[in-house]
């Protein structure tokens, strides 16, 4: 079986360097990031803390998971999301 080939247009050094003229002047900034980095994500910092209380609350039944689910996304405060986007170089 042939491998999947992303198609993609190729752009030109000029074009990119106007575009990132652009996004300059408008006060925005082009971050270069790996493809994937879970340590430039708050999303992943959310979901540890989430699963460390699930682990602890040690539901075993369904209703139970249920309710210690709600307990962790309640646990989840402003206070946490602003930091984690902090901790992750985000201007918050």
Request: include cysteine; charged fraction near 25%.
């Amino acid at each position: 079986m042939e491998p999947c080939k992303k198609p993609y247009t190729p752009i030109s050094e000029g074009a990119i360097l106007k575009l990132f003229h652009y996004i300059y002047e408008k006060g925005a900034y082009v971050w270069f990031l790996p493809v994937y980095s879970p340590d430039l994500n708050p999303i992943e910092l959310l979901w540890s803390k989430v699963k460390a209380i699930l682990r602890k609350l040690e539901a075993r039944t369904h209703e139970e998971l249920q309710k210690a689910l709600r307990m962790a996304l309640d646990a989840v405060t402003l206070v946490d999301i602003k930091s984690w986007f902090k901790l992750d170089g985000y201007n918050c």
